[in-house]
């Protein structure tokens, strides 16, 4: 693994850890300044990242079947007539396999965090993702991504090393504090759960944590 990116993994581990621990001990999310970016009047902003970004939805696919005007004896005309099927159905899967519901729009994004929204900048127009629209959060922080689906519209899916902390603030907005128990977040619990074990096995020993031991994990457990 590259050491910029691992060290930029061990950061959002451990951001999304300390967040993770700090909602669930009652506090809240932090207001950020204003920016350059409008707001709508009741809206504030929590968090300003880069986020990898796909969209999951299927599309239409046109391909062109080819014909063939053969002559010649039977033997060549049915060779060539079975030449041609062969090309037009491999066409046609082809284009059945791009038209199919996958991961689409694959791109590195600009993103905001507010009260009520995500503001995706997704190729030089911003795009809105409410959260009153949210019927569904998935993902697995292990592997740094969650999915969020609405009521309207496509899944978006969210991940990187900033997506951890990202995850746990929009779970937190849409479900309240029990949204720290989603399934989603598993992996982060766990990591919260063993280091607080850790500390309190430390401070039960007699010994003062230093330099931040007892802390959260630097990187999701194994």
Same mark, same amino acid.
């Given at each position: 693994?590259?050491?910029?990116?691992?060290?930029?993994?061990?950061?959002?581990?451990?951001?999304?850890?300390?967040?993770?621990?700090?909602?669930?001990?009652?506090?809240?999310?932090?207001?950020?300044?204003?920016?350059?970016?409008?707001?709508?009047?009741?809206?504030?902003?929590?968090?300003?990242?880069?986020?990898?970004?796909?969209?999951?939805?299927?599309?239409?696919?046109?391909?062109?079947?080819?014909?063939?005007?053969?002559?010649?004896?039977?033997?060549?005309? %049915? /060779?060539?007539?079975? @030449?041609?099927? =062969? *090309?037009?159905?491999?066409?046609?899967? $082809?284009?059945?396999?791009?038209? !199919?519901?996958?991961?689409?729009?694959?791109?590195?994004?600009?993103?905001?965090?507010?009260?009520?929204?995500?503001?995706?900048?997704?190729?030089?127009?911003?795009?809105?993702?409410?959260?009153?629209?949210?019927?569904?959060?998935?993902?697995?922080?292990?592997?740094?991504?969650?999915?969020?689906?609405?009521?309207?519209?496509?899944?978006?899916?969210?991940?990187?090393? %900033? /997506?951890?902390?990202? @995850?746990?603030? =929009? *779970?937190?907005?849409?479900?309240?504090? $029990?949204?720290?128990?989603?399934? !989603?977040?598993?992996?982060?619990?766990?990591?919260?759960?063993?280091?607080?074990?850790?500390?309190?096995?430390?401070?039960?020993?007699?010994?003062?944590?230093?330099?931040?031991?007892?802390?959260?994990?630097?990187?999701?457990?194994?």
């Amino acid at each position: 693994m590259d050491g910029r990116l691992e060290n930029a993994l061990r950061e959002g581990w451990t951001s999304a850890c300390q967040l993770y621990q700090h909602l669930q001990s009652g506090g809240d999310l932090t207001i950020l300044p204003p920016g350059a970016v409008r707001l709508n009047p009741d809206e504030v902003p929590y968090a300003e990242a880069v986020l990898g970004y796909a969209r999951f939805y299927g599309t239409t696919v046109t391909y062109q079947q080819s014909s063939m005007f053969l002559l010649g004896s039977a033997t060549f005309v %049915a /060779a060539g007539l079975a @030449a041609n099927a =062969v *090309a037009n159905s491999a066409a046609k899967n $082809r284009a059945a396999a791009q038209a !199919a519901t996958q991961w689409r729009d694959h791109a590195h994004v600009r993103t905001i965090l507010t009260n009520k929204r995500l503001l995706c900048d997704y190729r030089g127009k911003w795009l809105s993702f409410w959260h009153e629209g949210i019927v569904e959060f998935q993902g697995d922080m292990a592997q740094w991504l969650f999915v969020l689906r609405y009521h309207v519209g496509d899944p978006i899916m969210l991940h990187g090393p %900033a /997506a951890p902390w990202f @995850a746990v603030s =929009v *779970a937190h907005l849409v479900y309240g504090r $029990r949204g720290l128990q989603l399934p !989603a977040l598993a992996a982060l619990a766990r990591s919260v759960a063993e280091a607080t074990a850790h500390q309190q096995r430390i401070i039960s020993g007699g010994t003062v944590p230093g330099n931040g031991s007892g802390g959260p994990p630097a990187l999701p457990p194994a």
